[in-house]
T-cell receptor, first 112, second 118 residues
């Protein structure tokens, strides 16, 4: 069966520090991968999605970037975190459009 | 542009009551998919159901049922005989599929916080 792993579960970072969140999927190949952010416990906003290795599409301009170095690995990064980057970050995968997306457990990011 | 509206911000019920969560969507596409997800306090999103725009049959799964009304662009979710474990945030979401270019991107509503009291 397919599983998705996301880490770390929680992260506290100072303003201006870099960020790297990792997400991996097991049990499937060539998944669509997604990064979402949920601010203040409500409403999910799609940040990035990827349909293949090295293929990244950004949905909103922001301080973050994403990369997909391997088929089942999706990384969310920032060179310098802002206070507004705080939130709950969720990674998701789907086998193909329009299959449902399956989500990881999320990372709670707090910026001090 | 597509949009999903969950007008109920918070709902509070007592155990064993029935509760309906409303979802209204907007889309210009004729082919689209609707989803419901549950987010318990632990934070992960749990997939509940997917419905495509050509299938207006209502669906029942245990205590859960979904009513899809294309004429009113609504996809409502009813929990029968609610239980404390149903307490969570529930999200309705929409994915457009016209021309196969949506890549499964989901547009979420703002969510409804459901609290079931014992």
């Amino acid at each position: 069966s397919q599983t998705i792993h996301q880490w770390p579960a929680t992260l506290v970072q100072p303003v201006g520090s870099p960020l790297s969140l990792e997400c991996t999927v097991e049990g499937t190949s060539n998944p669509n991968l997604y990064w979402y952010r949920q601010a203040a416990g409500r409403g999910l906003q799609l940040l990035f999605y990827s349909v293949g290795i090295g293929q990244i599409s950004s949905e909103v301009p922001q301080n973050l970037s994403a990369s997909r170095p391997q088929d089942r690995q999706f990384i969310l990064s920032s060179k310098k975190l802002l206070l507004s980057d705080s939130g709950f970050y969720l990674c998701a995968w789907s086998s193909m459009d329009p299959q449902p997306q399956h989500f990881g457990d999320g990372t709670r990011l707090s910026i001090l | 542009a597509q949009k999903v509206t969950q007008a109920q911000t918070e709902i509070s019920v007592v155990e064993k009551e029935d509760v309906t969560l409303d979802c209204v969507y907007e889309t210009r596409d004729t082919t689209y998919y609707l989803f419901w997800y549950k987010q318990p306090p632990s934070g992960e999103l749990v997939f509940l159901i997917r419905r495509n725009s050509f299938d207006e049959q209502n669906e029942i799964s245990g205590r859960y049922s979904w009513n899809f009304q294309k004429s009113t662009s609504s996809f409502n979710f009813t929990i029968t005989a609610s239980q404390v474990v149903d307490s969570a945030v529930y999200f309705c979401a929409l994915s457009e599929a016209e021309g196969g270019t949506s890549y499964g991107k989901l547009t979420f509503g703002q969510g409804t916080i459901l609290t079931v009291h014992p």
